[in-house]
Structures are given as structure tokens and as C-alpha cells.
């Protein structure tokens, strides 16, 4: 957690998922209405991919829209919250 992507020569994986803009504070089911659509957000991704690999990054890519099985490895028990409205 002390060097950037860039000094470690990592590579990046890009996988978009409007579930990770589910608010699930409230019952059992997560709400989405906050997510972008679809037509924003994809050129958000594709943004996101070209500046990274401006910088020389090598970026693995998830399909955009489609149903996919990701498997990963997590290094050390890190749990980052971002929140920009502070509301946890």
C-alpha cells in the first residue's frame, strides 16, 4: 500500500459493476437509483482505461453490460470505504 501502481509495474483490471454503487443501508435489497446509466458511465470506463494506459499500464478488461464470473486473489485483510458524501 506504499507504492503506486506505476513503481510496482502491476497491471490494472477494469471490471464495471453498477452493484458496487448499491446502497444496501436500507433492507435487504440494494438500491441502484444513484448508479449512472449506462450511456454515462460507459464512456467513464473507457475514459478510465486509455488514461491508464497512457501512463503504460497494462489493463485487463471485463466486458461492459455482460454477466461475468471474476476470480481473485486479495492481498491482507484492507477494507476501503469511499464515501464523498460522508454518510458512514
Do not use: C, W
Not at 448499491?22 to 441502484?32: I, L, S
Not at 458511465?41 to 478488461?61: C, K, N, Q
Request: net charge neutral.
Amino acid at each position: 500500500m506504499n507504492r503506486s501502481l506505476l513503481e510496482t509495474g502491476g497491471s490494472l483490471g477494469v471490471v464495471s459493476q453498477f452493484t458496487l454503487y448499491g446502497d444496501a443501508r436500507h433492507g435487504r435489497r440494494p438500491f441502484f437509483g444513484e448508479a449512472a446509466a449506462a450511456e454515462r458511465a460507459a464512456p467513464l470506463i473507457d475514459a478510465l482505461i486509455a488514461a491508464a494506459e497512457g501512463y503504460g499500464v497494462s489493463v485487463v478488461r471485463g466486458r461492459f453490460q455482460a454477466r461475468m464470473d471474476v476470480a481473485l486473489v486479495n492481498s491482507g485483510p484492507v477494507t476501503i470505504l469511499l464515501d464523498t458524501e460522508k454518510l458512514f
